[in-house]
């Protein structure tokens, strides 16, 4: 695709249309209240645009949806199983290919193997699923990115990387023993997609070599990171998405990917190692809980678009696409005056709704304030990343907030037009043009964990 080229246009045309339902602000209102305040109990038929997650919500091509017609639903040995085999081998260089239900399938059985009492795992940041599954072997999960690379609006261009000084401080802290292994998040989603560097994946693997660690890639947006790299890292400009990805994925001993990113499916994840005494381990409870070794949890159709997706998502017009796509909205977003968190990342923008909404006390929820406007005012779908998602509460039942107040817009994979993201930006209008008139919210039914999923709140 031409660089000078203005317009990016989407490098795929729209071979089946899935319509869309065009509601007014008076109905959004009430399916809004219906809902308490809350967009995960809407149901999607009322919403316009989705960005609550970009996990598993992504349109697959022609290629994949033949591919789920020629899928071999054989128990062993099927040949959409060699054909995904064949396609993660070459991908990661490991020789172990386990395929699981989902992404967090494969975390459950290799940190299960891990983990245990006593044992620590450290990473850039590890994402909400991998630090349940650690912590539920009776392990420890700890995060170190780089302090600079906490503030929202510091210009640089790795702050996915884990922060090598205090990864060495930790390990002789805690003894190497104790060390059950160091897990690279790349991208690194719960900090905002933000890219990790080979340089860093570099350091990393010496210090693994060195305290005899081993290296876990959790690489579910392996190529949307490979694209960064190109790009912003010196001496990669000329070498291709999957070639980078290929050489990373080489310095890990270990690789979970829920193939609902990158893997441009709807349902799957993979496990592969590089160690045969631990690989039998994880076969032995792969079987137990998933399936026999050459399906886990997936059908034959299922490994047979994946194979094909895990091949699309390189190809260079796509992740130009794909990449720019989201900075687009992001760039946009900031020229209007909406302050988001910089650099833009891979998969999705973020709004700091803090910022935005200043008359809203953090305790009134300025993020879901910001989730209701956006629905209320245009259709659209997010979710708050900030003290409705993290907050906890002190002895008194004073609120405890989150770092940051965020709402991420997360961009599902060639589903959305660039007027559909030109329609999100003109409902960003209305919202700065009312943004001195909004109020916050209160909550009246919250669970005991993990409540912004079925919470219900009012406004005050
Ligand atoms: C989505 C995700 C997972 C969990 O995968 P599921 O397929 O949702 O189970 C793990 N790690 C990261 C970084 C993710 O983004």
Request: net charge neutral; glycine share 8%.
């Amino acid at each position: 695709m031409s660089e000078k080229m203005k317009t990016l246009t989407e490098p795929f045309k729209i071979k089946m249309v899935e319509p869309l339902k065009v509601t007014t602000e008076e109905y959004r209102k009430d399916v809004l209240k219906n809902a308490g305040y809350n967009p995960f109990l809407i149901s999607s038929k009322d919403v316009f645009i989705d960005f609550l997650t970009d996990s598993g919500t992504g349109a697959m091509s022609d290629k994949q949806w033949s591919g789920i017609m020629m899928g071999d639903e054989s128990y062993a040995g099927a040949r959409s199983w060699e054909h995904l085999e064949r396609v993660v081998k070459d991908l990661t260089g490991m020789p172990y290919i386990l395929p699981t239900h989902q992404g967090r399938a494969a975390e459950r059985i290799l940190y299960g193997i891990l983990g245990g009492k006593d044992k620590i795992f450290i990473s850039n940041t590890h994402f909400d699923t991998t630090r349940a599954n650690i912590e539920y072997t009776g392990a420890t999960a700890i995060d170190i990115i780089y302090d600079e690379a906490k503030n929202p609006e510091n210009d640089l261009p790795f702050k996915g990387n884990i922060d090598l000084v205090k990864l060495e401080q930790l390990i002789k802290e805690h003894g190497k023993e104790n060390v059950a292994a160091i897990v690279m998040t790349v991208t690194n989603n719960s900090s905002g997609g933000q890219p990790v560097s080979m340089e860093n994946m570099l350091a990393v693997r010496k210090i693994c070599n060195s305290y005899h660690i081993p290296m876990v890639i959790d690489g579910c947006r392996i190529a949307e990171n490979a694209y960064f790299v190109k790009h912003r890292e010196v001496g990669f400009a000329k070498k291709s998405c999957e070639e980078i990805a290929k050489q990373m994925l080489r310095l890990g001993d270990a690789f979970v990917m829920s193939a609902k990113k990158d893997g441009m499916v709807n349902m799957g994840g993979l496990l592969t190692v590089k160690d045969e005494a631990l690989s039998v381990k994880c076969k032995n409870l792969l079987i137990i809980s998933e399936g026999f070794t050459t399906y886990g949890g997936l059908s034959g159709r299922d490994m047979e678009a994946l194979a094909i997706g895990l091949t699309e998502v390189f190809d260079e017009d796509y992740l130009h696409y794909r990449i720019r796509s989201t900075a687009y909205l992001g760039e946009k977003l900031k020229a209007k005056g909406v302050p988001v968190v910089w650099p833009i990342g891979g998969h999705a923008v973020y709004v700091d709704a803090k910022k935005l909404y200043n008359q809203i006390p953090v305790n009134e929820y300025p993020g879901q304030a910001l989730v209701c406007d956006l629905y209320i005012k245009g259709g659209i779908r997010a979710v708050e990343i900030g003290s409705l998602m993290f907050g906890k509460y002190d002895e008194k039942g004073a609120l405890i907030p989150a770092t940051n107040e965020l709402v991420r817009l997360a961009i599902p994979r060639r589903v959305y037009t660039q007027s559909h993201i030109d329609y999100v930006l003109d409902i960003f209008d209305d919202i700065l043009e009312l943004r001195n008139q909004t109020k916050g919210y209160k909550i009246t039914y919250e669970p005991p964990f993990l409540r912004h999923f079925t919470a219900r709140l009012d406004k005050i």
